[in-house]
T-cell receptor, first 109, second 115 residues
Framework: DAKTTQPTSMDCAEGRAANLPCNHS???????VYWYRQIHSQGPQYIIH???NNETNEMASLIITEDRKSSTLILPHATLRDTAVYYC??????????FGAGTQVVVTP | NAGVTQTPKFQVLKTGQSMTLQCAQD?????MSWYRQDPGMGLRLIHY???????DQGEVPNGYNVSRSTTEDFPLRLLSAAPSQTSVYFC??????????????FGSGTRLTVV
């Protein structure tokens, strides 16, 4: 399974865009990139996923490089409620989600 | 539509006791899985199931058993609780394991303490 590398933490000002990077240099051609977040001690929440095209939904945008070795999650207008741990995950064909340590994002007023 | 329901929310066990953590989903999802999360760490996969009657091991299966007799339920059994199993346990489900067009839905967790 492909592994991911994320920064341990990052800060973001409220109202500004938050850009969360993720490296997945060993990703296979049929593996998707998923992003989840976990607020405090709640269960993880699905944000977005993609294969090779950029994706956007009501929560965020996902930018995947052409070689698929890295991606960036963009929260366009961060709010205090976006403070959470964000996980970048590569999902294999059997659907197993394997979580890393994630990025602790703190949004400040 | 309740999503993924986990019971109990909190539990304290003595070392050596056994118990079952319950997980139920009402979304007709084929795929279900159990994770544990230790303080300050990410989630680790314990066991998973791709459909009724089929289960397989994840990263940290030792000390746990699962079964999947129905599509809706996926209980996790602790055979003989140990302090190392103190953790928060999350159950998750997904519609299809192969077509990666669905996100996983997670339950709210069971906080287990073994003393």
């Amino acid at each position: 399974d492909a592994k991911t590398t994320q920064p341990t933490s990052m800060d973001c000002a409220e109202g500004r865009a938050a850009n969360l990077p993720c490296n997945h240099s060993t990703i296979s051609g049929n593996e998707y990139v998923y992003w989840y977040r976990q607020i405090h001690s709640q269960g993880p929440q699905y944000i977005i996923h993609g294969l090779k095209n950029n994706e956007t939904n009501e929560m965020a945008s996902l930018i995947i490089t052409e070689d698929r070795k890295s991606s960036t999650l963009i929260l366009p207008h961060a709010t205090l409620r976006d403070t959470a741990v964000y996980y970048c995950i590569v999902r294999n064909s059997w659907g197993k989600l394997q979580f890393g340590a994630g990025t602790q994002v703190v949004v400040t007023p | 539509n309740a999503g993924v329901t986990q019971t109990p929310k909190f539990q304290v066990l003595k070392t050596g006791q056994s118990m079952t953590l319950q997980c139920a989903q009402d979304m007709n999802h084929e795929y279900m899985s159990w994770y544990r999360q230790d303080p300050g760490m990410g989630l680790r996969l314990i066991h998973y199931s791709v459909g009724a009657g089929i289960t397989d091991q994840g990263e940290v299966p030792n000390g746990y058993n699962v079964s999947r007799s129905t599509t809706e339920d996926f209980p996790l059994r602790l055979l003989s609780a140990a302090p190392s199993q103190t953790s928060v346990y999350f159950c998750a489900s997904s519609h299809d394991r192969v077509i990666a067009n669905y996100g996983y839905t997670f339950g709210s967790g069971t906080r287990l303490t073994v003393v």
